[in-house]
């Protein structure tokens, strides 16, 4: 779906993910951040900065965080290691397609479940 509003009364689109039992990229740094690249190229967007990401949290709540800022709002991810799945939000006032991102989140994380909604955001 493209996410096509008007300006006048549209602020962007607030994308919002849950994805369940990803492979053991979930668990990677290095192909998290790889993804955030790709994903940043498939719907065309443009980063501002570096990818801030770090593992953290205690006990069954450990796992890999990151916020890409882009030129249009950002992409934000939370990834569990014990249940390996991970949550995932791409804000833009920028049009993009949906299918685009389910389809790159398919290709690095290859996840079992994958339950999205669109929030238009406006005032």
Not at 28 to 38: G, L, M, R
Not at 91 to 119: A, G, N, Q, W, Y
């Amino acid at each position: 779906m493209l996410v096509n509003c008007s300006p006048e009364k549209w602020w962007g689109s607030h994308l919002i993910l849950d994805c369940a039992k990803g492979n053991e990229n979930v668990l990677s740094v290095e192909a998290i951040k790889k993804f955030v690249d790709d994903l940043v190229v498939e719907i065309e967007m443009e980063k501002h900065g570096e990818i801030q990401i770090d593992r953290f949290g205690e006990g069954d709540l450990v796992g890999i965080s990151f916020c890409q800022f882009i030129k249009t709002s950002s992409i934000v991810g939370h990834f569990c290691d014990v249940s390996k799945n991970f949550y995932l939000d791409v804000f833009s006032c920028k049009r993009f397609h949906t299918s685009k991102v389910i389809e790159c989140i398919r290709k690095h994380f290859d996840p079992e479940i994958v339950k999205h909604s669109l929030v238009e955001r406006g005032i």
